[in-house]
């Protein structure tokens, strides 16, 4: 299961683990990222670029920001998600299957809480 943060503070705000979307997300508030540049989605490698990244998360549920519900609505954002993710954990290509060097587990989404801008 791959778990992924991402955001606008520090060097980067880009980071590894978190077991929920609000956990990713409350450590880049930490570090300085805002509230309303934060969003959640889901990356299932394998699944190929165009399928490999569902925007749903509780924490996208925003109506003062135009989101009234778990789904990302913004066009905008859902491209800054998926270039996120894409440079830190690939584009929703296949990863090596167990037993192989640098193999990790297909079996579970990851989280992912993506600044609105750079």
């Known amino acids: 299961m791959l778990r992924v943060s991402a955001g606008r503070a520090g060097a ?7 077991e929920l979307h609000v956990d990713a997300a409350d450590v880049l508030l930490e570090d300085g990222s805002r ?6 989605a889901n990356d299932y490698p394998g699944r190929g670029p165009d399928n490999g990244i569902e925007f749903v998360s ?7 920001q135009g989101n009234r519900g778990m789904e990302v609505a913004d066009a905008e954002v859902r491209a800054r998600i998926r270039e996120v993710t894409t440079a830190l954990i690939g584009a929703g290509e296949t990863l090596p299957g167990p037993g192989t060097p640098g193999s990790r587990s297909t079996a579970g989404a990851g989280s992912i809480a993506a600044s609105r801008s750079s």
């Open 58 to 64: 509780l924490i996208d549920i925003r109506p003062a």
């Open 12 to 18: 980067g705000g880009r980071g590894v683990g978190g």
């Open 35 to 40: 509230q309303e540049h934060l969003w959640g």
